[in-house]
């Protein structure tokens, strides 16, 4: 017989610490973002395939060869989420939220699917959250999400990172640059990866993305132009203001000239913050303005502008600067039944106690040195023997672990006795 007891490749399981991080990580991005007046938003995991295609674009890897696809039973071709954006768009769209007042600032937090090559800080399912704030054009909207990307990570308690902020203009200056690049790469177009030279015609700004060392080699001998010196005057008028307004907010940025996101949606500002520590996989997040985004979905002309931060990879960087996340609620008693009488009253008592007071019992009955042993395993304050007696007084006798006092309490006053700090 075969087993089936490993996780697939590139997903994990999360459980006790690397759970609580992700918590810890979602419940502060929650604070600021609902402070900032997001409200959150759940969009289903898998949409129709178009919705990325449209979205994300067709010449990104996301599209051409990381995408979890399948066709339902209805012949409809439908995609795992690789990213959140796409969706929030979507939904914007569909439920009208046009004529909210504007701008929305909605945030998300939950699992996305990328088929690719698992390795340290990249799943194949990975959790990501995010924060899209649609309908305004402004630069302060750009340097507000920006804010709130750098804030968040910064209150969890990260030191070593980098914001990197960069701009990849408006639809036509990348145009322009798309040209520049085809007419500068062209003639060592067969020193190009096989990838890259079909990029040359179809996109040729994701070649600046390719991570084949002969394409960094060619794009370095050709000393090849960066995208920000081929901004038209509109958008360095807003890359200058984004700029402006978050060296008045105090978020520390550098300048990245030639940023390339994997993503086709953005126009003008876009941005990653990258951790020192964290090797190949060192951005944390990324993010950037995404103007057109909505028509390509077939909606009417909205600006949007948001981010997304990988869960798993701030929890890594977390590790790294030995922030752990918070600990696990302890447990406050162990109630061991003596006889096996006193079984069903030993769980009556815990779920007397539930949910202001952490309480197990066993389900077996124990003798008294060994229930404080396990107690003390479970790392229990108390341990509450429930024996014959205790059971005709309708009472616990509670021993404090650590003094080894000990006091019989009355069972429907022992929520209150432990409130009160138990004190024997
Ligand atoms: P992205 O840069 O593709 O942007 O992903 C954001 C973050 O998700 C990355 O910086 C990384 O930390 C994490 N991430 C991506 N792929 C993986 C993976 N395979 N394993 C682990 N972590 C991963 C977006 O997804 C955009 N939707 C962000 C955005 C929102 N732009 C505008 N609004």
């Not at 088929?115 to 507000?144: C, I, M, N, T």
């Not at 951790?275 to 909505?294: F, I, K, N, V």
């Not at 079984?343 to 539930?354: D, F, G, I, P, R």
């Not at 229990?380 to 509670?398: D, H, K, N, P, Q």
């Amino acid at each position: 017989m075969t087993h089936v007891t490993k996780a697939v490749k590139g997903t994990h399981d999360l459980f006790k610490e690397s759970l609580r991080c992700q918590q810890a990580v979602v419940s502060r991005a929650r604070e600021w973002l609902e402070a900032a007046g997001a409200s959150e938003i759940a969009t289903p995991v898998f949409e129709l395939t178009e919705v990325f295609e449209r979205g994300v674009g067709e010449s990104t890897d996301i599209v051409q060869k990381e995408m979890f696809t399948f066709t339902d039973r209805g012949n409809r071709s439908l995609t795992l989420r690789p990213e959140g954006t796409a969706g929030v768009v979507r939904a914007y769209i569909e439920h009208g939220m046009k004529v909210w007042p504007q701008p929305v600032r909605l945030w998300y937090a939950g699992p996305m699917f990328r088929a690719e090559r698992p390795q340290k800080g990249r799943q194949r399912q990975f959790h990501q959250v995010g924060f899209e704030l649609l309908g305004s054009a402004s630069p302060l909207a750009d340097a507000e999400a920006v804010a709130l990307s750098y804030r968040i990570l910064e209150t969890l308690g990260l030191r070593d990172m980098k914001l990197k902020l960069g701009s990849v203009g408006d639809a036509e200056d990348r145009r322009r640059y798309n040209q520049y690049l085809r007419e500068a790469l062209s003639p060592r177009q067969d020193d190009l990866s096989p990838d890259s030279q079909r990029r040359l015609s179809t996109n040729p700004m994701r070649i600046l993305d390719s991570k084949s060392e002969d394409d960094r080699q060619v794009l370095k001998e050709l000393g090849i132009r960066p995208m920000l010196e081929f901004l038209g005057p509109g958008a360095r008028e807003h890359f200058e203001a984004v700029k402006r307004i978050l060296g008045g907010l105090g978020v520390p940025f550098e300048v990245d000239p030639a940023i390339v996101r994997g993503l086709d949606y953005y126009a003008r500002t876009s941005w990653e913050i990258h951790h020192e520590q964290l090797g190949a996989q060192s951005a944390l997040g990324g993010g950037g303005r995404y103007d057109g985004l909505a028509e390509l979905l077939g909606g009417p002309p909205t600006p949007g502008v948001g981010w997304a931060l990988g869960i798993e990879r701030v929890c890594l960087a977390l590790e790294a600067e030995g922030v752990s996340p918070p600990p696990e609620r302890t447990l406050d008693i162990y109630i061991a039944p003596l006889g096996e009488e006193q079984l069903e009253l030993a769980l009556a008592a815990a779920a007397s106690l539930w949910p202001e007071v952490r309480a197990e019992y066993a389900l077996s009955p124990r003798k008294p040195g060994k229930a404080i042993r396990e107690a003390e395993k479970r790392g229990a304050r108390f341990v509450g023997l429930l024996g014959e007696e205790e059971a005709r007084a309708g009472a616990l006798t509670i021993k404090d672990i650590a003094s080894g006092r000990q006091q019989t309490v009355p069972l429907n006053r022992v929520r209150e006795w432990l409130e009160s700090g138990g004190e024997l």
